[in-house]
Each structure stands twice: as C-alpha cells, then as structure tokens.
DNA sequence: ACACTATGAGTAA
DNA sequence: TACTCCTAGTGTC
C-alpha cells in the first residue's frame, strides 16, 4: 500500500477540495451502493488521517449529526482525483509540479489546466498514461466517465475522487470512529510531542518482539509498511531480529526522529526517498526511478550499497524483508 | 490466456 | 502459519 505518507496526502487533498462542499456519493461498481447512499447529498465536514487510515465526515447539517467513512488502501487501493483538484505548493516539489515522476505513490498527468487528474496510492504507472492520452476528453467532460471498479464516487460541482481496491471501506458513527483510532499507535503527524518519542521508545523497549515485528504492528507504531520498515532499520545500522527489549534507549529514539522524518519527506514530495546525501546526478535518478530510492528495499542479492555485501530476503511478519547482514549485524 | 506480483491486514487453525 | 479479500499492471506462453 501506500505507506503512511499517502494517506497524509490524501487526506490533504479532501479537505482542500471536498471539505465544507456538498456531495454527491455513489458506487459506480456497486458494491457500496448502501453506504453510498448514507452519505450522498451530504456536507463533507473533515478530513483525517492516522496512520494507514483515513477518515471522512459527514453531515446534513453544519450542526446536524455526523457520520464518517472510513477507507484503508489495503496493499493496492487508491484514489483518483480529477476535475479542479489544488496542487498545494506545500506538499509539492519546486514549480508546483506534482507529475513526470514515474512509479511514484503519486502521480500527475498535467494537461492545459494544472493537475487536473492524479493518483494517490498504488502504482499505477501504465494506467495513468493512457489517461495522459484521454487527458482532453476528460477535461471537456466532467464528471468523467469511471475507469475500471470504482467502489466509491465523491463527487462536487468541479472536483471527484474515485476509490478503487479499498480493503476497507465503511460508514462508521463517531463512537465506531474513536473505538478504530484508540486502538492504533502513534503516529509522529498526529502527535510529534516529546510524550510521543518516550511512549513510542517505552513500548518498544519493553517487549522481547523482534523490531522488525513491531515496527510492521499498527497498533504499535502506525503508517510504516514494509518499504519503511526496512529502511528505517538499515538507516539505524539495526538486525532486525533483535528484540525490542534489547536495543538501547538512543537507538528507539532515534528510530521514532527518522520515521518522523522521513515521513514528512514522503508527505511533502509524494515519493518514498530514504537515501540522504545524493549527488544531484543520483538524485535525479532517484526521481526517475524507485529502485533508486532505497538502501535495500527490493534488492535482494544485490550488493549493499555500503559494504557490497548481498542484501538479504527473509519472510517476517508475513511480508518480504530486505536487510543488509553485515551493515545491520 | 494465464501466472505472478504488490507500499495490507483480518481470521481461522 | 495459512488462507482470504480487494484491483491492476507486468511478464510469460
């Protein structure tokens, strides 16, 4: 899935351009029809993110009851967004540019109107091209016609998102919305207080979980997934087979400072970068390509790009992990 | 046409 | 640990 960092992004997206505008909610695909039909002709109220998850809310009213969807990308889901979407500088590289950035988490086809159409989520890098090529159609024609198996349309006078491959995606009350957020962990952009740093290096100092379960454990930490995880660790010249328990005070924190980190980098850019200190040549190259990005995601018997050891791949906690045995010994 | 992969997680066993 | 669900792109025949 995308990552945390998505998520963030999404979410940004929500409240710039569907916060505070009546909606129109449909499920072209069909399977949401009922929960579509919750939430159509509402106002969207807020927009929320905890770590992998994101949370929409609902009212007839400025002060009438509230409602909220709640949507987890799971490991492919995404969302489109088209018509008068904001391109925020804030959360955008130089120019204000969001496209031309290959297998990206997201991606922006730019036609005569600035980000009239991007994909927050999987990759979706063949799809997006043929979008490129439909690009005029679907500006002359709002809303566009739905692509594929969209679960869920929102829909405003200029602007539409569409979510497809959710693994989750429900209408919550508030309660329900509490009870799902109280029994996730922390998360550095929802709280990056100093309190936050000690329960994060407490918790994990006091289990004898190896750190490379934890940091995958949502109700931990949340919003790392399997790129972050093994890339936090290299950074961290961590194994991660140790136990929670054994690592020292200096190191939990400095994991919880380099998520926090590289969080806000992927937020702020739209792309996993965990290398620092590039050439602006190997930058550059790193923008093209993904498999640039990384110290060992995705390079199993590859050299380290250190020490030239061959990166290795194990299965922890269900998913593939790729870690350095020397650099992380 | 078919097999396989993917930035995830719940449930059963 | 294994199976299940969700979707689309890529690779192989």
Known sequence: MPEGHSVHRIARQFTL???????????????FAHGAALLDGLLMTDSQAVGKQMFLEFAAEEDAPRLWLRVHLGIYGAWDFAGDITADATTTSAGGRMGQTGMLGIETVVGEHEDSLHSIGAPRRTRLRMAEQETEQALEAFPPEPVG??????????????????????VLEPEEVAAVIARLGLDPLVDDSQAAENRFTDVIRSKPTRIGMLLMDQSVVSGIGNVYRAELLYRAGVNPHTPGKNLPEDVVRGLWKD??????????????????????EDHAKALANRDDRHWVYRRAGLPCRRCGTHIALEIMAARKLYWCPVCQA
């Open 149 to 170: 198996q969209v679960r869920v349309r929102i829909l405003t006078d200029t602007a539409v998102a569409d979510l497809r491959g959710p693994t989750a995606c429900e």
């Open 259 to 280: 998520w926090s980190r590289l969080l806000r980098i992927g937020v702020q850019t739209g792309i996993m970068m965990t290398m620092d200190g590039l050439s602006n």
């Open 17 to 31: 351009n569907f916060v505070g505008h009546r909606v129109a909610v449909s499920s072209p695909q069909g399977r």
